[in-house]
């Protein structure tokens, strides 16, 4: 069985020092090996982000894509693959501004990828500009006067457009991530688990203390996640709020069947262990006398 | 010469079925032993407008509509304002005898009208719909047609709903059929007598490329709706539970071309396509898969741009963007087939080609041969004679026999690394990056490997340009005039090319299939001792002449249509005097 250790490679992140991203990554190893899960059993697609070159720091399959098109891709990997464990990890201007659309669509197909967004509230692998999550009056680059838009709720978005697994996470709970991870492994469709992680380099105004401050676990609050508006409760107290960010599985059900459980040709076995053809040769000839 | 060769027209509004009333007819004319060739003018609309369908049928093989009209089929009055004047003087028009007819619309015209009291009997049987069948059979009897020819492609086509709807139809048919012989006997002589004839089918290039895929092996589709590419999309989602196929109708392109991308990198034979702005949207998912070195096939069905342009008209406006679209430089195929089963044929050399080079291809196609449906003897579409090449495709056990660890990019010679799809144990763990990389996936910056992996996509490249084939020569060896054509140009300007040769003139064709990588030393064999090149294209540059000029230095006239129609015999021969 696949330990800690066989998910690492030799190759050194180009993280900042104290950089969220050490946490998630410490993390996923974590997760995976408790599963028991072999590096050829998960594809990890990544989007375009300092968070994004994970896989490169890893030994596991990994899909190293565009900015934003992490969820299309793995979409198509999963519905081509099914036997495998897709496991996406892009930051918030990935998965939430460029991939906006593609979230919105993935999640009401519950398909099955566990979603992990790096939640930094800012652009980092570009040098400090707003992102989608950034707070109003957040000065950046491209925001010199202060950000304007108000901040995505992605995690109210999800549970809106019917997601069955909906949890938020802090970066530096390697404990608390990795048994959502677990549990996002398991779970029957798409799971999304929103990641608070500070930026020391461009946003240090959420910082570790910021944070630490503020998180808190439903779990120990009496939270059902069982109870869809109870989680959009939770779900509305960040942002919107400022002071307390509730963590852990906000939202989850196991009765709603994954898209790949419906989709007619992928039912015996995933379309790669198929033949190139699955009919007799007279079947395909048969499709030129609908023409005839 | 054709021993007959007539043209109906069926013009009515939007929602009218002009469209399905003429490919069934097409279809019934094509069982009875004729060529036919039937193609759709309509407005971007679904209710209201003015479309007609025109058929062309003839003994003789047909490869275009042309602009006269020996039946027209008026389903409504504004048929007749448009197209009296297109009619022959020997013809006939099919009318409904309550359909008014406007003032002076038929001052002058010399042929048959056939008013018929079509709905009154669509009426009686039941259903006012089935004055489709009724006008259809009247043209039927007035060209001397078997009238069971076109019931057996209702039959098929409403079987499903019941034998009640079928034997209404066929009555419809059959008392029209007797009031027109009555009236008018036969018009059009000589006339469309049951000829023997091997198997026809009838269908679109759309379609015959969409078949053509599922006998292939795709497995996965996806795709966003956009005339006129949608029809391949819907074709291969409604065969797809049945023949082992995941499609996906995507949110937008953008999502298509990226979920095609997973796809092809889990191992499958994938494909997407769109038209003008949709594949706009793609283009960056053609370079993933140029830097992840996946297997792409991309149907693009140009329509006239820019932006929303005219969308249920054609041009063959986008052969520089299926070319030279995305950023970075690396290796394409670009390919036009010209006829159905081109079209058809092009799917599996599509996945053959994108998955020996690892790379992406482009299969063109304009509104014109997406929506014009053509006969062609079916014994063409032989599965059996498909070819099934997956390139350097490894398996598990290739890899484990490997002594040392397995490079998906490794350096080759021949510019393909071998692939073995992720998931196929310890030695299948890579990364696949659109970052430059090195040998074993990882990203780097450096500059050897981004100078080795640039000469990599070169070698690669060199070996594809050996697959492409040169121009198609049709017509004499030499001639004063040589037509260039890419694409669906194909029909009329062959036509047209006869015309001249019959006309005492001599003229060939040199038609354009595998465009890119451009054969330049095939061309330039040629193209040869031409005396006169005119390129025939429509858009309103010249794209292959252009492309010639830029690449070769060949030189050609441009004999451009732009006016979002198709291209015609006439307006070729016209245009090659002026």
Redesign the interface.
Known sequence: MATVKDFGNS?RPTWCPGCGDYGIWNALKRAFAASGY????I?M?TG?GCGS?M??YM????????HG?TL??????????P??KVVCVHGDGDGYGEGG??F??TVRRNIGLVDIIENNHVYGLTRGQYSPTSRPGFRTRTSPSGAIDAPMNPVALAIAEGATFVARSFALDLEQLSGLVVQALEHRGYALIDVMQPCVSFNRAMDYDWYRSRVYKVEDEGHDPSDRLAAMAKAFEYPGGENRIPTGILYRREDVPSYEEQ????QREP??D?P????Q?D???A???A?? | MAAVDITFRIGGEAGQGVESGGAGFAKALARGGYHVVGTPDYYERIRGGHNFFTIRASDEPVYAVGESVDVLIAMDSESLARHVSKLVPQSAIVLDEETSVPEGALDGYGGVVARLPLLKIATDHGAPVMVNTGALAAAAQLVGFDLEFIIGVIADNFGRKGSEVVDANRKVAQDVARVAQQRYGQVIEPGLAAREQPAQAVLDCNRAFAMGAVMAGCKFAAGYPMTPWSSVLEYLAGHADAYGMVVKHAEDEIAAINMVVGASHAGVRALTGSSGGGFDLMVEGLSLAASIEVPLVVYLAQRPGPATGLSTRTAQGDLMMAIYSSHGEWPRFVLAPHTAEEFWASAGRAFNLAERYQTLVIVLADDYASTTVVSRPAALFDYDSLVFDRGKLLTREDVEALEGPYLRFRVTDDGVSPRLPPGNGPKSVYLASSNLHDEDGHITEDPDVTVRVAELRKRKAARMLAEMEGPRRFGPESADVTFLAWGSSYGPVREAMERVNAQGGSANLFQFVDLWPLPVDKVRAALDGARRLVCVETNASGQLAHLLQAEMGIVAERLLRYDGRPLTARFIVEHLEA
């Open positions: 190759i072999e590096p050829d059993e594809m697609v375009i070159k896989n490169d030994h596991i399959s990994g899909l190293h894509t565009l098109r299309a891709v793995a979409t198509g990997f999963k519905l081509a693959n036997g495998m659309n593609h919105l669509h989709v007619t040709a992928i379309l790669v198929q190139l053809h699955v009919r040769s079947d395909y000839q499709l030129v006398q023409f005839v």
